[in-house]
């Protein structure tokens, strides 16, 4: 089983920055990939971006392209998820996930292919 602790969710006016991070512990060896998704009230869960652990191969979704950067630091087993140009509609919950045997861009972007989820950080963009 993998831990998943994330941080860095705030209030923020659009137009803003915040960098979300995720800290991951117990069986790391296990993970191929780790993903951020997010959730907003009345609406599906919505892929946002995932990481290959190893090799830091990207994934995005279209609309987040260009506006967040996803990263990981392997030493610290910690991923984060750089958000710039914030918009109203980026309010959310943001998840961050972690999954083995994740190696396509597919399966990256399916939430059923995470095993290991966190509790979850807010995200308000206020306009």
């Known amino acids: 089983q993998v831990q998943l602790v994330e941080s860095g969710g705030g209030l923020v006016q659009a137009g803003g920055s915040l960098r979300l991070s995720c800290a991951a512990s117990g069986r790391t060896f296990s993970i191929y990939a780790m993903g951020w998704f997010r959730q907003a009230p009345g609406k599906e869960r919505e892929f946002v971006a995932a990481i290959a652990w190893s090799g830091g191969n990207t994934y995005y979704a279209d609309s987040m392209k260009g506006r967040f950067t996803i990263s990981r630091d392997n030493a610290k087993y910690t991923m984060y998820l750089q958000m710039n140009s914030l918009k109203p509609e980026d309010t959310a919950v943001y998840y961050c996930?972690?999954?083995?045997?994740?190696?396509?861009?597919?399966?990256?972007?399916?939430?059923?292919?995470?095993?290991?989820w966190g509790q979850g950080t807010q995200v308000t963009v206020s306009s």
């Open positions: 996930a972690a999954g083995p045997h994740i190696t396509t861009h597919r399966s990256m972007g399916a939430g059923g292919a995470y095993d290991s």
